[in-house]
């Protein structure tokens, strides 16, 4: 069964840095582009970054650009978001998604989620 599993979330003071990895069960990893999400509390689960299958391209978003990188190892069929300078605005629950095409900054193009790490910055 086709299984995402975010790990590494946690709490930590404005300025620090945190390493999300999001482990797959997925057939053929390598041809499915990945990315991060995130949901903070009483808003709209919003694009973070994506990377295309080969890691390659990526994708961020301007909010993170310069302080995130999202890289994967179709080895261990793991991709990572390591996330630098961190804000308390970066509080949220942090999502690793699988879509079949193209990396996207568009949910709808994403077929696996996981469940979610809590990412919490104290200011």
């Known amino acids: 069964q086709e299984r995402l599993v975010e790990s590494g979330g946690g709490l930590v003071q404005a300025g620090g840095s945190l390493r999300l990895s999001c482990a797959a069960s997925?057939?053929?990893?390598?041809?499915?582009?990945m990315a991060w999400f995130r949901q903070a509390p009483g808003k709209e689960r919003e694009f973070v970054a994506g990377?295309?299958?080969?890691?390659?391209?990526?994708l961020y978003a301007d909010s993170v650009k310069g302080r995130f990188t999202i890289s994967r190892d179709n080895a261990k069929s793991t991709v990572y978001l390591q996330m630098n300078s961190l804000k308390a605005e970066d509080t949220a629950v942090y999502y690793c998604a699988a879509s079949p095409g193209a990396a996207s900054w568009f949910r709808q193009d994403y077929y696996y989620w996981g469940q979610g790490t809590q990412v919490t910055v104290s200011s």
């Open positions: 997925i057939s053929s990893f390598s041809t499915f582009a």
């Open positions: 990377i295309s299958q080969s890691g390659d391209n990526t």
